[in-house]
């Protein structure tokens, strides 16, 4: 069968094996509480949004990152969702040289090589617990343009060190290469250890964010980048008019203001991952020390062969990883969602590993 490419969606997976629709979905890495309540309770307010063009400046909603982040609003783009940024980027360094640090999202491979990109690879590996390998990295940086990391990372949800990611910039800044950041994740983090600071002294640091995950709203298509006032005016002129609409522009601004929905969110899977992890290490998985709401799980053989239909069977999907260069199908990622559903996972792994 062919993979799909994400997780969510899980119709291509159950429907070519002709299996029964999916009741949970451990395969898509969006907040378990669903969209923020207040979301809810307006909805019907925002049915105008819908008959007004959008502000194709995006001007309230920079001004709002803005302010909470202590940037210049000139050094953020707002786009449809992180993979538009991604796709303005891969313009922008079309023919160059890239490094990216795998396994990771699997769309920046796939847009570098879209835009005719030399794609270098260095691997994390389970031995060194996920972490960044900063030394092996320095050794592969000669003729790269752009050095492409994921913090927390997809899908091991490992967050690097702030100490490593300052050190990586400092030496490319040395080089006059670019870094790229993707911290789509890192508010699931209790202390969200991000870098966006930093572009207030680098030039050739981009921070890349996504607002779909935390706030669970992968309809709306909504994400930011940060970066110089030089980069972000270059990929904004790649970018099409009104590429942000009205309505994901107004719940986005609120969204970032929520601070307390966000705290909830990180002390529940803080929480559900104590509980079931080690549950997990008692059924002989080996489990990635992940900072955010998913978590690599390995330990038997081909586990995307072998675990996943055993899931779909029983209505529950996690994520492959025969499409993650450096993991092949070893493992499967999973969501952390409620207490209800891990304890339905748990069940279904004790039967998997007793049979």
Known sequence: MK?????????????PLQLPEVTYDFSVNVNPLGPPPWLGEKWGDLFELITIYPDPHVEDLRHTIALQEGISEKQILVGNGASELLTLLGQ???????LIVEPTFVEYRMIAEMNGCIVESIFLTESEGWQLPLERLKSKLTGVDLVMVCNPNNPTGVAYKQSKLVELLN????????????????DFVQNEPSLIQQINKS??????????????????????????????????SYQPTWSVNALAQHIAKGCIKDHSFRQ????????????????????AFTVS???????LLGGYPSLSDTLLPFLLKNRLAVRHTNNFPGLDGKFVRVAV???????????????????
């Open 92 to 98: 922008e360094f079309a023919g160059k040289r890239l």
């Open 289 to 295: 020390k992940s900072d955010v709401n998913y978590y």
């Open 171 to 186: 030496e490319l800044e040395k080089r006059e290469v670019s870094l790229l950041i993707d911290e789509a994740f890192y």
């Open 203 to 236: 030039s050739h640091l981009i921070i890349l964010r996504s607002l779909t995950k935390m706030y669970s709203i992968p309809g709306l298509r909504v994400g930011y980048l940060a970066g110089s006032e030089a980069m972000v005016q270059k990929l904004a």
């Open 264 to 283: 909830q969110t990180r002390d529940l899977i803080q929480a559900e991952r104590e509980r079931i992890f080690p549950r997990l290490q008692e059924l």
């Open 337 to 355: 969602r409620t207490q209800k559903d891990n304890d339905y996972l748990l069940e279904l792994l004790k039967r998997w590993v007793q049979t």
């Open 3 to 15: 993979w799909p490419s994400h997780g969510a969606n899980p119709q291509y997976l159950t429907d």
